[in-house]
């Protein structure tokens, strides 16, 4: 997530979650009081912050890998190298 924002966290609420992923907000608060628990991530209102992206990417199904690839084919892979590069540099837009 850091190569496309430039930051570990998000400022999503659990309705927001909830709207996003068209599922019950109780049922973002259970997931997300897990994977906190599990130390992959930091919860509080409205934030999320990444702890471990390794471990969350590993967890997830095959959709990451797929959806990353299939991101980096409609930017062009000099646009997504830009955008990642610039993430590690502290800027989404940094590159040549």
């Given at each position: 997530?850091?190569?496309?924002?430039?930051?570990?966290?998000?400022?999503?609420?659990?309705?927001?979650?909830?709207?996003?992923?068209?599922?019950?907000?109780?049922?973002?608060?259970?997931?997300?009081?897990t994977?906190q628990?599990?130390?992959?991530?930091?919860?509080?209102?409205?934030?999320?912050?990444?702890?471990d992206?390794?471990?969350?990417?590993?967890?997830?199904?095959?959709?990451?890998?797929?959806?990353?690839?299939?991101?980096?084919?409609l930017?062009?892979?000099?646009?997504?190298?830009?955008i990642?590069?610039?993430?590690?540099?502290g800027?989404?837009?940094?590159?040549?």
């Amino acid at each position: 997530m850091t190569y496309l924002t430039g930051t570990d966290t998000l400022a999503f609420t659990q309705e927001y979650s909830a709207e996003l992923l068209r599922i019950r907000r109780t049922s973002v608060m259970v997931v997300a009081h897990t994977l906190q628990a599990a130390g992959l991530i930091k919860y509080s209102r409205g934030k999320i912050q990444i702890l471990d992206a390794e471990a969350l990417q590993d967890g997830a199904c095959e959709c990451y890998g797929t959806v990353k690839r299939h991101y980096a084919s409609l930017l062009g892979s000099d646009k997504y190298a830009r955008i990642h590069l610039g993430a590690l540099r502290g800027s989404p837009q940094a590159g040549p």
